[in-house]
Structures are given as structure tokens and as C-alpha cells.
């Protein structure tokens, strides 16, 4: 790939603390338990097909989890259970230690085909969940401007979401939902739509908003660097209904490189070796 390096880019100069933070939320408020879940789609005049299967997967609140696998394997709908827009046939779905049941304000989630208003500006898409709060004007309008500069678009505040780009209307999105300090993050390829500078910039405000709001983060992605250069651990998801069996867990991987992760190291590189080797070997372990 041509693009450039997550690490290689200069970051951004460090903005000011996001104006909410974890001191407003319940320690536990982002914790993440899978148990046993399976998904089933019902498919016309069949029994159906098993989409995931006998998922487990428990996640610390503050906890970086990315989550890679082939296409197919049921990383969005895992991310789509936990939303609470569809549920699961079977297992236990918790956050925060309360079921899962429908979505919530706890859950702040960002996938490619999730709009945004397009009668609203830019300004009032990011101000549009703090007001659903009932906070206040002036503290609606700092935090939405102090977001809507992390991802780039201060100059396009006032512009509607149809006269800008692709990649400039899903760091809207992204910024609505980070505007919204949610306890946990579902991200399912937020960065896809991207050009690669942008993305790179984009990954470093996440790494760094990540730290300062001990924010639990899910994120599906297709980039292995990606993953390891911003997550605690790795989930590598298999199977999948090209290859007969259910979708699931194959392995999870922590990523021992500490605070400053350096995409050139000789140990990055060997962690992304590994992990792109999990991935393509595309069976399940038994
Ligand atoms: N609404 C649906 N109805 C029927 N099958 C579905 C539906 N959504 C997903 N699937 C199937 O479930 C499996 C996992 O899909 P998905 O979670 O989108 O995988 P991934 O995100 O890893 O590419 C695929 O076989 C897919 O065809
Ligand atoms: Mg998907």
C-alpha cells in the first residue's frame, strides 16, 4: 500500500482536554461482555444460517479492542448487536452491566452508512445530541466546536452535509459522536471513506481522545497497522458463511508495544506479520 504510515505523519498539535470526560460517568459505564452469542438469520423457507457463533469476548472500560477478520466473518454484526439494533438469538450482551436491549446514549456508534441530517449544518448535526441533554446553549456550542475542529471542518460549520465530500461528512459523524463522550465507541471502518492523510490524522485524534476520555472503543477495521497501532488488544475473527462454519472469535492478541508505537519497528512489524497471518489463514480453530 501507497498510503502514508499511521506513525510517520506529524500529529497534530494536542487540542484542549475534551470538555466532557470520564469523571462524569460511572467506572464501569463502559464495560463490554459477550457470552456465548450467537446470531442467526432466518433465511426464506431454510432453517437459517448461524452469522456468528458462541462469541465470548469481555472488554475493560478504557479498553482499545480492534477487531479484524475477512469479510464475512461477523464483525459487523457483532458491532450491530452491541448498537442495539438487532439483537442476538442467543448469549448474554452487557454494557455498562445492563443488558443490551435497544440503543442507547452510552453507546456512541459510527458506521459508513449511518447519516447524518441533511437539513441540519454541519454545527447543528455535532450540537444535535447535546441538546437531546439538555445542556446548555454556550456549553452545546464550545463542545461542538472544540469536536468539529478535531476532525478538520471549522471552516465548513455552516455548510449542509450534501455540499461536502464523502470523507468530510463521516468525520462529522465521527465528531457528532465523539461530541457526545459516549462510554463506549463502535466504530465499523469509520476511516474507510478517507483519503490516507486524513486517516492518519484521524487515527492519531482518536489514539489521543481515547487517553484523555477513558473511553472504551470497539473498532472494526481492515487495516492490520491500524490495529496495532492503536489498540490494547486484537480480536481476529474467522469463519464466516463462505467457509461453512459460523463466524467467531479465532484469537485475540494483545499489543505489548506500549504508549509510543512506531510503524517502522522491527516489533510492529513482526506483530503485523503475525496478525496477517491469522487472518488469512481464515479457518477456525476447534
Ligand atoms: N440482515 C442479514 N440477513 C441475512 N444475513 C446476514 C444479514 N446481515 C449479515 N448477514 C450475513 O452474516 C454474515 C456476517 O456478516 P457481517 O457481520 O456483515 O460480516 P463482516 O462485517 O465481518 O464482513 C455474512 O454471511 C452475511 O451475509
Ligand atoms: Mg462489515
Known amino acids: 500500500?501507497?498510503?502514508?504510515?499511521?506513525?510517520?505523519?506529524?500529529?497534530?498539535?494536542?487540542?484542549?482536554?475534551?470538555?466532557?470526560?470520564?469523571?462524569?460517568?460511572?467506572?464501569?459505564?463502559?464495560?463490554?461482555?459477550?457470552?456465548?452469542?450467537?446470531?442467526?438469520?432466518?433465511?426464506?423457507?431454510?432453517?437459517?444460517?448461524?452469522?456468528?457463533a458462541g462469541v465470548d469476548l469481555e472488554v475493560a472500560a478504557g479498553e482499545f479492542v480492534a477487531v479484524v477478520g475477512a469479510s464475512g466473518c461477523g464483525k459487523s454484526t457483532l458491532l450491530r448487536i452491541l448498537a442495539g439494533f438487532e439483537p442476538a438469538t442467543r448469549g448474554r450482551v452487557e454494557v455498562g452491566g445492563r443488558p443490551v436491549t435497544r440503543p442507547g446514549p452510552d453507546r456512541g456508534v459510527v458506521f459508513q452508512d449511518y447519516g447524518l441530517f441533511p437539513w441540519l449544518t454541519v454545527a447543528e448535526?455535532?450540537?444535535?445530541?447535546?441538546?437531546?441533554?439538555?445542556?446548555?446553549?454556550?456549553?452545546?456550542?464550545?463542545?461542538?466546536?472544540?469536536?468539529i475542529e478535531v476532525v478538520g471542518l471549522t471552516r465548513f460549520?455552516?455548510?449542509?452535509?450534501?455540499?461536502?465530500?464523502?470523507?468530510?461528512?463521516?468525520?462529522?459523524?465521527?465528531?457528532?459522536?465523539?461530541?457526545?463522550?459516549?462510554?463506549?465507541?463502535?466504530?465499523?471502518?469509520?476511516?474507510?471513506?478517507?483519503?490516507?492523510?486524513?486517516?492518519t490524522t484521524m487515527q492519531h485524534e482518536l489514539r489521543?481522545?481515547?487517553?484523555?476520555?477513558?473511553?472504551?472503543?470497539?473498532?472494526?477495521?481492515?487495516?492490520?497497522?491500524?490495529?496495532?497501532?492503536?489498540?490494547?488488544?486484537?480480536?481476529?475473527?474467522?469463519?464466516?458463511?463462505?467457509?461453512?462454519?459460523?463466524?467467531?472469535?479465532?484469537?485475540?492478541?494483545?499489543?505489548?508495544l506500549g504508549e509510543h508505537r512506531d510503524v517502522n519497528a522491527a516489533d510492529f512489524n513482526e506483530l503485523e506479520r503475525r496478525l496477517s497471518e491469522l487472518v488469512h489463514a481464515g479457518h477456525r480453530p476447534e
Do not use: C, W
Request: zero cysteines; charged letters at 20%; aromatic letters at 4%.
Open 1 to 52: 500500500m501507497s498510503a502514508p504510515r499511521p506513525g510517520a505523519a506529524t500529529p497534530p498539535a494536542t487540542g484542549p482536554a475534551p470538555s466532557l470526560s470520564r469523571l462524569t460517568r460511572h467506572a464501569d459505564a463502559g464495560r463490554v461482555l459477550l457470552e456465548g452469542v450467537t446470531k442467526r438469520y432466518a433465511a426464506r423457507g431454510a432453517a437459517g444460517v448461524d452469522a456468528v
Open 125 to 147: 448535526n455535532v450540537r444535535f445530541g447535546l441538546r437531546q441533554r439538555r445542556l446548555p446553549r454556550g456549553q452545546r456550542h464550545r463542545i461542538a466546536e472544540e469536536f
Open 157 to 199: 460549520a455552516d455548510r449542509f452535509p450534501g455540499e461536502l465530500s464523502g470523507g468530510m461528512q463521516q468525520r462529522v459523524a465521527i465528531a457528532r459522536v465523539l461530541a457526545n463522550d459516549p462510554a463506549v465507541l463502535l466504530m465499523d471502518e469509520p476511516f474507510g471513506a478517507l483519503d490516507a492523510l486524513t486517516r
Open 208 to 256: 489521543r481522545l481515547h487517553r484523555e476520555t477513558g473511553t472504551t472503543v470497539l473498532l472494526v477495521t481492515h487495516s492490520i497497522e491500524e490495529a496495532v497501532y492503536l489498540a490494547d488488544r486484537v480480536v481476529v475473527m474467522s469463519g464466516g458463511a463462505a467457509h461453512g462454519v459460523p463466524g467467531g472469535i479465532a484469537e485475540i492478541v494483545p499489543v505489548t
